[in-house]
């Protein structure tokens, strides 16, 4: 049983190493390469953060993991040349701001901006 445990333990990290391979690629080759005109190209429903210091893979990797742990996310997207965290809900799910904001506060980084369904946001959300 703990090595089961050990596989799902790894599922988030496994989920973000592999969010490009989704049917939205050309989206995140696109934050790969640093595109800062992404908001235009978003589904209504999907969320973005702007992180302070994502400096590498890794930083992007360990945001990535952190996010995909809240409620209703289906897939993260991480740009470290963006220093963006593109977030797609599942079908028929809101996230909550403030789950997303603090996702990336437990990562060890710091959210300077979120935007998406439920607003705009330059600190904390209340909800």
């Given at each position: 049983?703990?090595t089961?445990l050990?596989?799902?333990a790894?599922?988030p990290?496994?989920?973000?190493a592999?969010?490009?391979?989704?049917?939205a690629?050309?989206?995140?080759a696109?934050?790969?390469?640093?595109?800062?005109t992404i908001?235009a190209?978003?589904p209504?429903?999907?969320?973005?953060?702007?992180?302070d210091?994502?400096?590498?893979k890794?930083?992007?990797k360990?945001i990535?993991?952190?996010?995909?742990?809240v409620p209703?996310v289906?897939?993260?997207?991480?740009?470290v040349?963006?220093?963006?965290?593109?977030?797609?809900p599942?079908?028929n799910?809101?996230?909550?701001?403030?789950?997303l904001?603090?996702?990336?506060?437990?990562a060890?980084?710091?959210?300077?901006?979120?935007k998406?369904?439920a607003?705009?946001?330059?600190?904390?959300?209340?909800?």
């Open positions: 049983m703990k089961r050990s596989v799902l790894l599922v990290t496994l989920l973000a592999l969010a490009v391979a989704g049917p690629a050309s989206l995140a696109e934050l790969a390469e640093g595109s800062t908001a190209e978003l209504e429903r999907s969320t973005t953060i702007t992180v210091d994502m400096h590498c890794h930083c992007a360990k990535a993991a952190k996010l995909y742990l209703g289906l897939e993260v997207r991480a740009s040349k963006a220093n963006k965290a593109l977030v797609v599942q079908q799910q809101s996230l909550s701001p403030k789950a904001w603090q996702a990336v506060l437990d060890g980084f710091q959210p300077v901006h979120l998406g369904p607003g705009e946001f330059e600190s904390e959300p209340d909800a």
